[in-house]
């Protein structure tokens, strides 16, 4: 899982959770943990449905996350997505093994490799493709992703379509308090430190590697729900140690600060426990999530499809991939 690492975790700059005023600070409690189930994606590639079984207004404002492996590809076996649209809502495709070709019928994509993050704000419609470059489908290899669903506000449903490419070493990165956590900020604010990513729904999101046996706090925005999925490892989530591991997702509570350690010892293939933060500012508004479309009615939703059906989202570009 190599995503972005540095050699001296030491050097980076430490995350503080206690005010200086001697305010008391509050642990976030769980009041969910869920397993992910397993199933297949595009083309078939295997993923983890990180978000099943949790009510909507637990996630608020977010909609749908995919763990995208984590597979050894044989030779011939990696697979992607054909062109397909979406509407109403933004994806955020986080590699952190393997590769990745994105393509849009707005002009964006590229390649995304180790650590990168392309984030697509779909707004009013758009068409894209992700697929694995060719040499990985002759070679085969590693993969591991993950890609998330953002919800917008109704006000910016049908805003125009945008693409960022966050490259890997733009990632913001800090230290635990006492180093025993590298924390790689790619969207919003921990502790006073933003990251790249510009978000249209006020976001965190972070990916988090915890030494075993290390304990971890974070300063979370009083104002946004907050969720903590296992991408491997093993460990315990808030104040009253509730046991989590690879494919668990955790909701916490109101509160201050977040909080989890690594188990001493570690029974998967790394020496850490890998896991990805996320929280927002919930949007509190319908949300009807059908196929490629996130609206606010069942109404927009048909709207969406005969839009679709009619071109009005978008054109594939002559010579795209995938065609």
Do not use: C
């Amino acid at each position: 899982m190599p995503a972005v690492n540095v050699e001296d975790i030491l050097s980076l700059p430490k995350i503080l959770v206690e005010p200086n005023s001697g305010e008391q600070f509050a642990s976030r409690p769980v009041e969910l943990v869920t397993s992910a189930p397993s199933g297949l994606e595009g083309e078939g590639f295997p993923v983890r449905r990180a978000f099943a079984g949790v009510p909507m207004s637990a996630l608020d404002p977010f909609v749908h996350m995919d763990q995208m492996g984590e597979v050894n590809y044989a030779p011939g076996e990696p697979k992607g997505t054909p062109w397909h649209p979406h509407r109403g809502f933004e994806t955020v495709t986080y590699i952190i093994d393997g590769i990745f070709i994105h393509q849009d019928s707005n002009g964006g994509g590229g390649r995304i490799t180790n650590g990168d993050t392309q984030w697509m704000t779909a707004g009013g419609g758009i068409l894209h493709i992700e697929t694995p470059p060719e040499e990985l489908v002759v070679s085969g290899g590693l993969f591991h992703g993950i890609q998330l669903w953002v919800n917008l506000p109704s006000s910016l449903k049908m805003a125009p379509a945008r693409y960022q490419d966050i490259r890997a070493d733009s990632v913001k990165l800090l230290a635990s308090s006492d180093g025993g956590a590298l924390v790689r900020v790619i969207a919003g604010d921990i502790g006073g430190h933003s990251g790249p990513g510009i978000t249209h729904t006020p976001i965190t999101m972070a990916h988090v590697s915890v030494q075993k046996g290390a304990q971890v706090k974070i300063p979370w925005n009083k104002d946004f729900n907050s969720l903590i999925y296992v991408l491997e490892g093993e460990g315990d989530i808030g104040s009253t140690n509730v046991a989590v591991k690879t494919g668990n997702l955790g909701v916490f509570g109101e509160g201050d600060f977040l909080e989890f350690k690594a188990n001493a010892k570690q029974n998967g293939p790394l020496e850490t426990l890998e896991v990805l933060l996320l929280g927002g500012a919930p949007i509190r508004e319908p949300v009807v999530a059908y196929g490629p479309f996130v609206m606010n009615t069942r109404e927009e939703i048909q709207k969406a499809f005969s839009d679709f059906e009619a071109g009005r989202l978008g054109t594939i570009p002559a010579g795209a991939i995938g065609t």
